[in-house]
């Protein structure tokens, strides 16, 4: 059994940073691809980064590119999400998610995660 919990969010003004954690509670976390995911009020949730299992390879979606990074501590199965230049369109509940396998093709697929957090708040005001 594989538990998320993701911790970091808050209020920020635009232009500010945030970075979000997500502890990761189970077997061999190595193995498991990790994803950000956000979900803004009334709209669908929709990928953010990802990283594949081992931490090689890093996957962003467009609006995080050049403005968000990830990094793992394998020592602490943990996988944060420091956003830079934050801005209003950022808002959203930000979930952290584990799924067996992901590509540059497959990351951002939500059928694919078979475990995900309960989401913390990021609102970015103008």
């Known amino acids: 059994q594989v538990l998320l919990a993701e911790s970091g969010g808050g209020s920020v003004q635009s232009g500010g940073t945030l970075t979000l954690s997500c502890a990761f509670s189970?077997?061999?976390?190595?193995?498991?691809?990790m994803a950000w995911f956000r979900q803004g009020t009334g709209e669908e949730r929709e990928a953010v980064m990802g990283?594949?299992?081992?931490?090689?390879?890093?996957y962003h979606s467009d609006s995080a590119r050049g403005r968000f990074t990830l990094s793992q501590d394998n020592a602490k199965n943990t996988v944060s999400l420091r956003m830079n230049n934050l801005k209003p369109e950022d808002t959203g509940v930000y979930f952290c998610?584990?799924?067996?396998?992901?590509?540059?093709?497959?990351?951002?697929?939500?059928?694919?995660?078979?475990?995900w957090g309960q989401g913390t708040q990021v609102t970015v005001s103008s």
């Open positions: 189970g077997p061999e976390y190595s193995r498991w691809c």
């Open positions: 990283i594949t299992n081992g931490g090689r390879t890093q």
């Open positions: 998610a584990a799924g067996p396998t992901c590509n540059v093709d497959t990351f951002a697929q939500r059928s694919l995660y078979h475990y």
